[in-house]
């Protein structure tokens, strides 16, 4: 009944409107096919949460450049608040090795120090690596606005049937699958 009212209303559409459709489908759908979808896409185009007040660097610009052997935890970290964009590359003449590159959100401007920290995985078969985001919390009360950080971390001597690396914040997890060279 309402598709007949509504037909009644605004008349049946006629061909050149089946085809503005059709093309407007057709765009969207070429537009989503030109996502990347490896683990090297480019997150840098990505832009944080709009109530951020600092300018973060670019994923590849993030340093020191820590190892899964060296990460060093005072003890209080705490998780950030959420996670919105994860990279891996495979650095040249290393095989077996990536580095990941998070960036997130923490709730104010005096937390330091945002590290990845790799966790115990729940998967039998080795194919999944989960890692918190997380970094130390103020020491006295801050009430200065959320802030993007960035954390950057090399892994070594990784089996080639990894097939997906995930970090997770306080609020959220983001998954990337790991495409070997």
Known sequence: MAMRKTLLMYGAPNLSTVGMMVVFALGLFLEGCNESTTAESNLDAQ?????????VPAL????PLASSDSVVLAGNEQDIASVYGVKIVHPPGSPGTIIITA????PS???????LVPEESDDP???VRNFKFVALPPVTQDSSPERPVNA????????RSLTTI???????TMSVIVVWP
Do not use: F, H
Request: charged letters at 20%; aromatic letters at 2%; a positive charge.
């Open 47 to 55: 832009s944080p949460p709009s109530n951020s007040v600092e300018a």
């Open 60 to 63: 590849d610009s993030v340093a």
């Open 103 to 106: 960036k997130g959100v923490v």
């Open 109 to 115: 401007g005096a937390w330091s120090n945002p590290v």
């Open 125 to 127: 078969k080795g194919t």
């Open 152 to 159: 950057r971390l090399q892994v070594d001597r990784l089996p």
């Open 166 to 172: 995930r970090v997770s914040s306080a609020t959220n």
